[in-house]
């Protein structure tokens, strides 16, 4: 297992674990919410933007997870109708496709997470750049994925030729 396969399956175990803290704490607040709304008549005014800030990281979290296990879904008819070698070189192109997709996503989730720096959250007065930082933070993750991929990939063409 090369050292950039051990980073990514080790940063993969610790966003299962984060996803799962997360999805818990969304639950709860949730819940929480409602039986304050429902039984108690009061509404806490906090709850939703936390409930929505935490499905955002669980989103872009959660993506890096699908990616890496490779759970997303494909439409493999015309590669699998493809000769193995130009299979080979499809699958090196959709991951040199990504990894632009994830620079991308790590500059401009930089600019922008830079943009509200001085921004605050109107119930939870959190400053709004630790909510957007998730987009350069799952981009950088993504990275490591893909490029673990890509040189599986590569590894593996080698090997046959």
């Known amino acids: ?22 999805g818990f704490g969304m639950t709860v607040v949730v819940a929480v919410q409602v039986l304050f709304r429902y039984v108690f008549n009061q509404s806490l005014f906090w ?13 872009f979290l959660g993506a890096s997870v699908a990616y890496r296990r490779n759970a997303h879904p494909g439409i493999d008819m015309l590669q699998k109708k493809m000769p193995d070698a130009l299979q080979r070189y499809a699958k090196i192109l959709v991951h ?12 401009f989730g930089c600019r922008f997470t ?8 109107p119930a939870l007065y959190l ?22 991929f890509l040189f599986g990939e590569l590894a593996e063409s080698k090997r046959d030729h």
């Open 1 to 22: 297992m090369s050292a950039l396969e051990k980073l990514s399956f080790t940063i993969n175990a610790w966003i299962e674990y984060l996803l799962f803290g997360f």
């Open 47 to 59: 709850s939703e933007e936390l409930a929505r800030y935490l499905l955002v990281w669980l989103s």
């Open 96 to 107: 040199l496709v990504s990894l632009t997709l994830f620079a991308v996503m790590i500059y």
């Open 114 to 121: 830079y943009f509200v720096r001085l921004q605050i959250s």
């Open 127 to 148: 400053p709004k750049w630790i909510v957007f930082v998730i987009v350069p933070f799952s981009g950088a993750i993504l990275l490591i994925h893909g490029l673990n």
